[in-house]
Antibody
Framework: QVQLQESGPGLVKPSETLSLTCTVS????????WSWIRQPPGKGLEWIGY???????NFNPSLKSRVTISVDTSKNQFSLKLTSVTAADTAVYYC???????????????WGRGTLVTVSS | SSELTQDPAVSVALGQTVRITCQGD??????ASWYQQKPGQAPVLVIY???SRPSGIPDRFSGSSSGNTASLTITGAQAEDEADYYC???????????FGGGTKLTVL
């Protein structure tokens, strides 16, 4: 059974870089898209971006200038870096998986449990 | 603002049928997927593609689409279906991914 687990600091100072890692266990990172999604407290879901296992990336235009997503296939991990954070970046951050080769459809079939990141001095 | 629009809240009597809708131009070209999220938990995929359910999702959940509107129907709503529901698809350019604002379902 494939599982996703987010890890990283729960507290980040304003203007610094938020860094999170998602570990994929019980399955391969190949042939899927791997996304980061966030949810501010009491608000809705926001897609941050995804990386295909081969390295192609795609980001939310509103965050593109601050986001990097990378993958380490040898460790079955992918990572998020979000620079110049502010209080508005405080959220639960989820990693998620999307199957490839799904014409006319996009969906997240597997999610991590999420990790709360608070931006505060 | 999201390119996918959902009603903020919907209610249904126990055992009755409820439809939750999602509107957006991209839905003329792409199927919506639907997620159930209970407090303090990660979202769970309940419907994807034309009308497919992941393993373990009860068959009282179904999906449909017409024009720019996708719908999630729960036939015979149960108390455990009380949750937030989000739709998701590609945006109108087809290049990015978007979520609806979410619908809070109350089962009375």
């Amino acid at each position: 059974q494939v599982q996703l687990q987010e890890s990283g600091p729960g507290l980040v100072k304003p203007s610094e870089t938020l860094s999170l890692t998602c570990t994929v266990s019980g399955g391969s990172i190949s042939n899927y898209y791997w996304s980061w999604i966030r949810q501010p407290p009491g608000k809705g879901l926001e897609w941050i971006g995804y990386m295909y296992y081969s390295g192609n990336t795609n980001f939310n235009p509103s965050l593109k200038s601050r986001v990097t997503i990378s993958v380490d296939t040898s460790k079955n991990q992918f990572s998020l870096k979000l620079t110049s954070v502010t209080a508005a970046d405080t959220a639960v951050y989820y990693c998620s998986r999307s199957p490839a080769y799904t014409p006319r459809a996009w969906y997240f079939d597997l999610w991590g449990r999420g990790t709360l990141v608070t931006v505060s001095s | 603002s999201s390119e996918l629009t959902q009603d903020p809240a919907v209610s249904v009597a126990l055992g009755q049928t409820v439809r939750i809708t999602c509107q957006g131009d991209s839905l003329r070209s792409y199927y919506a997927s639907w997620y159930q999220q209970k407090p303090g938990q990660a979202p769970v995929l309940v419907i994807y593609g034309k009308n497919s359910r992941p393993s373990g999702i009860p068959d009282r959940f179904s999906g449909s689409s017409s024009g720019n509107t996708a719908s999630l129907t729960i036939t015979g709503a149960q108390a455990e279906d009380e949750a937030d529901y989000y739709c998701n698809s590609r945006d109108s350019s087809g290049n990015h991914v978007v979520f609806g604002g979410g619908t809070k379902l109350t089962v009375l």
